[in-house]
């Protein structure tokens, strides 16, 4: 009779499992644990977007979970042999959430005030004040760079007339260019440095752009490609930057400058409101 009577309890326990896990919810998958710390699947969500195949999303993953395992491992570590006091953290605890908040607060006063638009006439004057900022230490230059195929009929024309700088010579150019060349890139309003031009150039060739000089020019190949460069203008190390090559910086550098104006006033206005609210008591000698 006992035993008819545990079956039905035995079911009733059952079912209310399964309606208690589908009420709450399945537990999410585990990947690791250790002690009461467990990483779950789902932590890793995003991250093996990037595999390329189920290999590498399981080197990924091995990977995550050495790099869990060896943060809580330490923390476990440092728990059982630092002392009391070693372990006592409130006070950096406080001086960080201090230091997280303020600065929280600043960015919201300054991001609220600042005024972002920097006119033209202000980065001139910024540029012609601090000229010994911008000296130049390595070379910029402005080019024609040109990649044609090498079985091109056009090649033989576009190379008789690259370097040249008459006006007819440039138009018959680009009407080349436009049609043939596989590349054609006039800076004509943009400067560049040597590296950033020899990212164009194959790669056994590359150093060629350091011995460029004023109206220098290259003529190379590889296996497919002529590779054409006529240097047309070009400033030497040590000189000043022109001033639209360091535009960017300079801009940059007027805003952080409205953002530390913007900062001294906040500390002003704080102090003055401390001291016009009786906020701040200061104390003499042995007074209490």
């Known amino acids: 009779m006992k035993k008819w009577f545990f079956i039905p309890v035995l079911l009733l326990l059952t079912s209310s499992c399964t309606y208690f896990k589908n009420w709450f919810g399945a537990e999410p998958e585990r990947l690791a644990q250790i002690g009461k710390e467990v990483l779950y699947k789902k932590d890793m969500e995003g991250l093996l977007t990037s595999a390329l195949s189920p290999t590498d999303s399981t080197h990924l993953t091995n990977h995550y979970i050495d790099v869990w395992a060896i943060d809580n491992l330490l923390l476990k570590k440092a728990e059982e042999e630092l002392t009391k006091e070693e372990k006592d953290v409130k006070q950096e605890l406080a001086d960080y959430r ?35 900022q911008f000296l130049l230490d390595a070379p910029l230059l402005k080019a024609r760079y040109i990649k044609i195929r090498l079985q091109s009929p056009y090649l033989p024309m576009v190379r008789n007339i690259y370097r040249s700088y008459r006006l007819e ?39 060629d752009v350091y011995a460029l000089r004023p109206k ?50 906040l500390e ?15 104390y003499k000698k042995d007074e209490k």
Do not use: M
């Open 169 to 207: 010579d440039i138009q018959q150019l680009n009407r080349l260019c436009e049609s043939s060349a596989e590349v054609y890139t006039h800076y004509e309003d943009k400067w560049l440095t040597l590296r950033q031009l020899a990212q164009d150039l194959p790669s056994q060739v590359r150093g």
């Open 98 to 132: 201090k230091s997280l908040l303020v600065f929280r607060y600043q960015k919201k006063y300054v991001e609220s005030r600042i005024d972002t638009l920097v006119a033209q006439e202000e980065i001139t004057d910024y540029y012609n004040n601090h000229r010994e």
């Open 268 to 282: 002003k206005e704080v102090l003055k409101e401390g001291w016009n609210k009786q906020l701040i008591k200061t």
């Open 216 to 265: 220098g020019h290259i003529d190379t190949r590889d296996s497919l490609y002529a590779y054409l460069v006529s240097v047309y203008d070009y400033l030497d190390e040590g000189v000043p930057a022109p001033e639209a090559f360091k535009e960017t910086e300079i801009r940059q550098n007027i805003l952080s400058r409205r953002k530390q104006q913007l900062l001294k006033e």
